[in-house]
C-alpha cells in the first residue's frame, strides 16, 4: 500500500528566508507521482508542484522547488525568500496511476508559519 | 470559467438523515473524485470515477453512495448520517496524469449533531 509521511506538524520561518517542508513516501510501484498542496485557511486545496516518477530533473514552478531523491523515497518541497502569504497548511500527496485516473494518497500536512 | 462547483458549501445534518453532496465540472474531465478531510488530516479517496457510468471505491466508502450520469457531474450520497461523518468533503476532477490538470472543488463543510 501506497504512504505518505511528514514528519513535522508545524514549521516557522523567517520572511524572505527558505524553508524546507520533509516528506517521504513507500509505494512498490514503478509508476506514479508525487504533488504538494497548499491549504490556507480558507480550506481549499491549490496546486503548487508535481514530480513523475520518471522525471529525470526537479520540478520547479517558481518559488517552489521539489528536491526529489528517489532512492531515499523523498520528495522535500524547498520554498524559497517566504512570504506572509505563504503562511498555511501544506500536503504532500502521491498518486497511483491506473487506466488515466489518479488516486491521491495525502499526508497529514505541516503547518507553515512565515514570521515578519 | 468555473472549473470544480461544489454545493452547499457548508451544512448541518442531525443523526440519521440523509443529503446529497453536489459536484459538476465544466473542464470535460473524465475523473472524478470524492475526498473527506477530517480535523488535522490529510484527504481520504471516498470514491472515484473513471468516466460516465463507472464507479469505484476508494479508502473510506462505507456510508457513502455515488453515481455517475454525466460526464459533468458527480453527486455523493449520505444515508443515515453519523457523527464519524462529520468532516470537509472535497470533490476533484483530472483529465490526465500529472499535477496541475488535478483541479479541487472549494468544500463541503458538513457537520452531523
Known amino acids: 500500500a501506497q504512504k505518505i509521511t511528514q514528519t513535522q506538524p508545524g514549521m516557522f520561518v523567517q520572511e524572505k528566508e527558505a524553508v524546507t517542508l520533509d516528506c517521504t513516501y513507500d509505494t512498490s510501484d514503478p509508476s506514479y507521482g508525487l504533488f504538494w498542496y497548499k491549504q490556507p485557511s480558507s480550506g481549499e486545496m491549490i496546486f503548487l508542484i508535481y514530480?513523475?516518477?520518471?522525471?529525470?530533473q526537479n520540478a520547479t514552478e517558481g518559488r517552489y522547488s521539489l528536491n526529489f531523491q528517489k532512492a531515499r523515497k523523498s520528495a522535500n518541497l524547498v520554498i524559497s525568500a517566504s512570504q506572509l502569504g505563504d503562511s498555511a497548511m501544506y500536503f504532500c500527496a502521491m498518486s497511483r496511476n491506473g487506466g488515466g485516473s489518479e488516486k491521491l494518497v495525502f499526508g497529514k500536512g505541516t503547518k507553515l508559519t512565515v514570521n515578519p | 470559467n468555473a472549473g470544480v462547483t461544489q454545493t452547499p458549501k457548508f451544512r448541518i445534518l442531525k443523526i440519521g438523515q440523509s443529503m446529497t453532496l453536489q459536484c459538476a465540472q465544466d473542464m470535460n474531465h473524465n475523473y472524478m473524485y470524492w475526498y473527506r478531510q477530517d480535523p488535522g488530516m490529510g484527504l481520504k479517496l471516498i470514491y472515484y470515477s473513471v468516466g460516465a457510468g463507472i464507479t469505484d471505491k476508494g479508502e473510506v466508502p462505507n456510508g457513502y453512495n455515488v453515481s455517475r450520469s454525466t460526464t459533468e457531474d458527480f453527486p455523493l450520497r449520505l444515508e443515515l448520517a453519523a457523527p464519524s461523518q462529520t468532516s470537509v468533503y472535497f470533490c476533484a476532477s483530472s483529465y490526465s496524469t500529472g499535477g496541475a490538470g488535478y483541479t479541487f472543488g472549494s468544500g463541503t463543510r458538513l457537520t452531523v449533531v
Open positions: 514530480q513523475g516518477s520518471y522525471d529525470q
